[in-house]
């Protein structure tokens, strides 16, 4: 198949990219380089040392004999986004090229209007396209578990059957997420929805979990494949970041009771998560959800299995809650869909938590730990006109 | 009370303005004129001859006696926007600045990511305003009733408790709406949802049905208090429009089978909504859903009472749906909140269309028929590169 991976040059990006051509497809990359910006406005790096795009597609070429198409562009463009399609003639768009961190979006007004427009401005522009180069071609949309919040009742894939007053109908999911970041996927999913019932375009909706690890079969064959490690606290996964200030030597910094559960996944699961959804494509006029996750863990219990991997003088530090969730709230989420078309789960492993460990060490110097800290608070206090300025970024 | 107007100068934000302020609250107004600038775009005007806001703000203090202070701006620009709430201080904000109309959101890709953008950056920026300058301002938005679309169960007033696998909870209601337009009431339903959560902001959603009528209590004093009328495809609701092609001899048009029912309102009780919502506020950290309307009718069955009404000699030409939407459905909407509240509705009758029919005769020399016909295509054919053209306007 023709795969276009749109924000190929990021931390999932990249690696689903490499996945994808070495399972024997044929890939594009799309980016606008907007991850590499935002590192240099948080004064932050990938504690793995990353090179630029240009020279990991030559290092792919050389290490697999296969070319990956690029095109440097942002998706807020419609021109460049539907020439884009129409150069690279997909079966199936990968999307992951989206504003994915939730403190990010809260800094103030100027972020939150900044990833809402970004994501869903990109998003639609790439429906447009679809729907006027090729109805046919397969979305596969990144979205996340922390779209639906912490509901009382369990968590569905996407769609949820209701009776209600004696009548039924299959709804979608209904969505309480926490912050504009996870606001963005969720207006996303109603559009995408949409473009699928109105133009009969067909799509996968991946409501992915907290990804951690960092490398997969391909990245691991040199090291100028690499992708990004993000230990901040901005942009950081919960366990990447955990693992990070167990190295340095700093308390694992828990929100509030670290009772918060979430759905998690190991990155090569991710990767062949997506691989999974192109090569079995929704159907026309289909609108498909899968929630992209394979094990549930807590916050606290997170930090348990990172310190008893990484030995008992690490700390763990309960610091109050930056965000405005429940700290302990009911959490099941169903997540068959990709088991049943053939994802064989990594689950998270002592194996893992050596191979993670080791990359931090091997890293450690490049850690700043004054990014470890939340510096983004869900609620701020008033600001300056205009700008409701939570954090002093860099 | 201080109430603010966002979008004060369109069809129903003036008539609110005047009946807020002739029920004794102090009213500041502002607007962007975008709503006039849709009508340069699409070669329309008002039915009804409106002059300048300037002119009809003076016309009320000679009327009335009472100033209503202007702020002229867009809400996309959040330094406007935050100056605007700090210089007014109101103790409620009603907001109708959004681009409202279904056919206009769908016209290509430049009008659909148009509408998302001002309608959710402009409720972000107020989000933000309010949250920065006062958190216990009221915030009453209105939103649209097509934003459920057309479930096949029983829609409730924005929330739902549901039962399953025997667990509970209380939702927001599930919403599948039908257009961009549509979808953008819906992401701003949600942003608004999570600021009433974060950050403890009040706040009323008036999910309103399609209005007809043109005249209020306040707008009958004198000709230049007059509010706009719109009778095209685009901006036209069906009643108004209808009505319309009545005295001009036109069929009047039927999408589909007219099987599609709605909730629908008198004008009158739009203003009167605004004025109940706003002097029964929601409490901190509320986000409050009306259902706005009075009575549900069929498109056919409006074409039927407009016949009625206007004579024999009318005919109804049923058109090729050019909406992606149910023709025949299942339709029940609860609208108990606003009548618990002491709303007494003016239902739909002879008398209403005996005055409409008036003003419509009135001024029908104005009326280009050319505007009727549906011009906007859901399911619109390929297009120019970056542009998915359903419709060539002006």
Known sequence: MRILVLGGDGYLGWPTALHLSASGHEVG????????????????????????????????????????????????????????????????????????????????????????????????????????????????????????????????????????????????????????????????????????????????????????????????????????????????????????????????????????TRGMLDIRDTVECVRIACEHPARPGEFRVFNQFTEEFSVRGIAALVREAAGDDVAIAMVDNPRVEADEHYYHAEHSGLVELGLEPHLLSDTLFDSLLAIARRHRDNADPSLFDPSVRWRATSSPVGSRQSVLVA
């Not at 690279?88 to 994915?100: C, G, L, M, T, W």
């Not at 996870?182 to 799509?203: P, Q, T, Y």
């Not at 960092?214 to 100028?224: I, L």
């Not at 942009?235 to 009772?259: D, E, I, K």
Request: with cysteine; charged share 20%; glycine share 8%.
């Open 29 to 260: 990359l799309v980016d606008s380089f907007a991850r590499r910006g935002y590192d240099t406005e948080l004064g932050a790096t990938s504690l793995v040392p990353i090179v630029s795009l240009e020279e990991r597609v030559e290092a792919w070429r050389q290490a697999s004999g296969t070319r990956l198409a690029t095109y440097i562009g942002d998706l807020t463009d419609p021109v460049f986004t539907h020439r884009t399609v129409e150069a690279f003639r997909p079966d199936a768009i990968v999307h992951f090229a989206e504003q994915r961190s939730a403190p990010y979006s809260m800094i103030d007004q100027a972020h939150a209007v900044y990833t809402q427009m970004n994501n869903v401005v990109g998003t639609l522009n790439v429906l447009y396209a679809i729907a006027d180069v090729d109805p046919s071609i397969h979305l596969v949309k990144l979205g996340s578990m922390g779209e639906y919040g912490t509901p009382n009742i369990d968590i569905e894939e996407g769609w949820l059957e209701i009776t209600h007053n004696g009548r039924t109908d299959r709804v979608l999911y209904p969505k309480r997420p926490g912050s504009f970041y996870h606001l963005s996927k969720v207006h996303d999913s109603h559009n995408i929805e949409f473009a699928c019932r109105a133009w009969g375009l067909a799509a996968t909706d991946l409501n992915q979990g907290i990804v951690y690890g960092q490398e997969t079969e391909e990245t691991r064959r040199r090291p100028d494949l690499a992708t990004r490690f993000d230990y901040d606290a901005v942009f950081g996964t919960v366990l990447n970041r955990m693992v990070v200030q167990a190295v340095c030597g700093h308390p694992l910094t828990v929100y509030g009771s670290g009772g918060q």
